[in-house]
């Protein structure tokens, strides 16, 4: 237990931040389970509409904050070190203290189910409730005179510090460490949609802090940033969140993405179609994405000018995006293909992101989203691509990386049940939003009129939402059965051709005996020009330095959450213990020997 807990070998935290992340995974999930089960039919009684609001926001807010992009940095933490040759990330430390941050950040937002009687709520759950947007002046005490509030934007700040101190790690680590010989152009495609989104992260991020902090002081200190009555402008809010709220889409989905390229070609045996466009194109995507912001705002009233401004941009964004999938449909094109359930998954993500795609073109149309704004159209986009995409893409990553990652196989056959359970219920949950929306039905309602005409198609989307929860239960069934009915994986058993297949599985702690020199852009298959990359020696050399554990990370960490306790019950020595906490464990960590 103390090597887990002290660990700074990115491997573990990959580990750590994949069981956590898919923890939040099922609770988010557990959520929209009762949201369906509360719209299955019209005039629901399952739930309050307070209990309503405080589940859709906290499912928001969970899948976005604490699954998706979680699940994403659990790829990131194992695998980017191993695809650029290198022993370990620039800043193991740093790494242990982002995990820790997330976890505790985490565990503070769900503390709110529980902790009304603390405040002496008369209930027992005082979690958000205002949506996982915030929209101003719903936020203000006005209209949240509760704790609700505070713990959404407390914790959304914990979480963003967890962000960007692996957002900085990353970006340090695939500039600096690589291997020799691995240019930017060798870098496999999943390294390179990392690197992209870790420069939005460390650029969006800040955005919403400073909307958050604003927030902050008005609920605590009287200020009126977004108050109309002290000067105020809701519509700062709006601005502030969605310049961040739009590039935070392109961070969960460009790893998807990069996943995405990495098992087509291992799959269809043959290179990326187009490696470089695919490279480029998601630079564009991550530029274009800080100028789309305000089709999300059409409804407020901005006028023509900003109107047809981002109407133009959000159109312009769909172009890379689509270059994207002409790149994927090419790599396919006359390979040899194997129909592994990683390539089902990333298939499904090409087809499921398409429809996703071509729903959220819409919205580039003012008039169009005038109608489409607050109804369940939206929601139908939204999840085909973040559902469709993000997690269809992660998956099609966890049963690629899952033998490297555990020296264990995932049953195929288990594997594409889940596959098929999750494509046919998705689609059965999300696409009859498209229509339900178009005839009405406003989104973010506890319960509706039969005379609106959309009972058949709630019914639908339930019972499709609940198909994907029965898959995602096979899906961990298949992770438990790899440790009680193990299967030992070898060291490349889809014949893979980045550097990460060049070890054993699961790696060593000092992942490579020698450091590669890399000679070409697949190192492990042959190519025209080079061969395949020489085996690397069984034994190191000689003694590997690797960084040792530290509690330093973890004590670090805990200050934060302290704080957060402090503000929120108003009272200012716990807020100065946690400062106290959090400084000690800075100097600890600051003078603590190199060498362990």
Same mark, same amino acid.
């Given at each position: ?15 750590? /931040? ?52 979680? *699940? ?36 503070? *937002?769900?503390?709110?189910? &529980? ?38 934007? #407390? ?15 990353? &970006? ?13 152009? !060798? ?7 990392? #690197?992209?989104?870790?420069?939005? $992260? ?16 008005? !609920? ?15 519509? #700062? ?12 889409? /392109? ?11 990495? %098992? ?96 959220? %073109? ?13 109804? /369940?159209? $939206? ?6 691509? *973040? ?11 966890? /049963? ?20 098929? *359970? ?12 498209? #229509? ?31 198909? $994907? ?69 069984? !034994? ?57």
């Amino acid at each position: 237990m103390k090597s887990w807990l002290t660990t700074t070998d990115h491997k573990r935290i990959g580990l750590l /931040y994949f069981w956590t992340a898919f923890a939040f995974f099922l609770i988010g999930g557990l959520e929209a389970l009762i949201i369906r089960a509360q719209l299955v039919r019209p005039e629901g009684i399952g739930v309050s509409a307070e209990t309503f609001n405080q589940l859709f926001t906290m499912h928001g807010t969970t899948m976005v904050f604490l699954a998706l992009m979680p *699940l994403s940095a659990a790829f990131f933490n194992f695998i980017i070190p191993l695809q650029i040759g290198a022993r370990d990330v620039a800043f193991p430390r740093l790494n242990a203290f982002s995990y820790w941050v997330f976890l505790l950040g985490g565990l503070f *937002l769900n503390a709110s189910f &529980v902790a009304g009687p603390l405040f002496g709520a008369g209930q027992l759950s005082v979690a958000p409730d205002a949506g996982w947007f915030g929209y101003a002046n719903l936020t203000s005490r006005q209209f949240s005179p509760g704790p609700n509030v505070d713990f959404w934007l #407390l914790g959304l700040q914990i979480l963003g510090i967890a962000s960007l101190a692996a957002g900085f790690n990353f &970006v340090v680590t695939i500039l600096n460490m690589r291997a020799p010989g691995m240019r930017m152009l !060798r870098l496999p495609p999943f390294t390179w949609m990392t #690197l992209i989104t870790q420069f939005l $992260v460390i650029t969006a991020f800040p955005v919403i802090t400073v909307a958050l902090v604003l927030l902050m002081f008005d !609920r605590f200190f009287g200020t009126h940033f977004f108050l109309p009555s002290g000067g105020g402008d809701p519509i #700062l809010w709006q601005h502030l969140f969605w310049m961040f709220g739009h590039p935070e889409v /392109y961070i969960l989905i460009l790893p998807a993405m990069g996943i995405v390229s990495e %098992v087509l070609p291992t799959f269809s045996r043959k290179p990326l179609f187009g490696y470089t466009v695919v490279v480029y194109s998601g630079v564009v995507i991550a530029f274009l994405g800080w100028s789309v912001w305000a089709h999300h705002m059409f409804a407020s009233g901005l006028g023509p000018i900003a109107d047809s401004v981002f109407a133009g941009t959000t159109m312009l964004i769909a172009i890379p995006t689509g270059v994207k999938i002409f790149n994927w449909i090419g790599t396919l094109w006359g390979g040899q293909i194997r129909f592994t359930t990683a390539l089902l998954f990333a298939v499904g993500f090409i087809a499921m992101f398409i429809i996703g795609g071509l729903s959220g %073109v819409t919205h580039a149309s003012a008039p169009t989203d005038l109608q489409q704004t607050d109804t /369940y159209y $939206v929601v139908a986009h939204i999840h085909y691509v *973040l559902f469709g995409g993000t997690i269809l893409g992660l998956f099609a990553g966890m /049963y690629y990386w899952w033998p490297k990652m555990t020296g264990r196989l995932l049953s195929e056959r288990l594997g594409k049940v889940h596959f098929w *359970l999750t494509l046919i219920g998705m689609n059965l949950a999300f696409f009859p939003m498209h #229509l339900s929306g178009l005839l009405g039905m406003p989104r973010r309602i506890y319960t509706y009129s039969p005379d609106l005409g959309v009972a058949g198609f709630n019914l639908v989307s339930t019972i499709g939402a609940f198909l $994907v929860g029965i898959a995602t239960l096979v899906f961990f069934w298949n992770l438990l059965r790899t440790r009680w009915q193990p299967v030992n994986a070898p060291a490349n058993p889809w014949n893979g051709a980045t550097l990460e297949w060049a070890i054993p599985s699961p790696p060593p702690v000092y992942n490579f005996t020698v450091i590669p020199t890399v000679a070409n852009r697949l190192p492990l298959w042959q190519t025209e020009r080079h061969g395949p990359m020489a085996p690397l020696p069984e !034994r190191p050399p000689a003694p590997i330095h690797v960084p040792g554990g530290s509690w330093w990370p973890m004590i670090t960490a805990v200050g934060l959450p302290i704080m957060a306790i402090g503000a929120l019950s108003h009272f200012l020595p716990v807020v100065l213990a946690g400062a106290v906490v959090a400084i000690v464990g800075i100097y600890g960590w600051a003078f603590e020997p190199f060498e362990m």
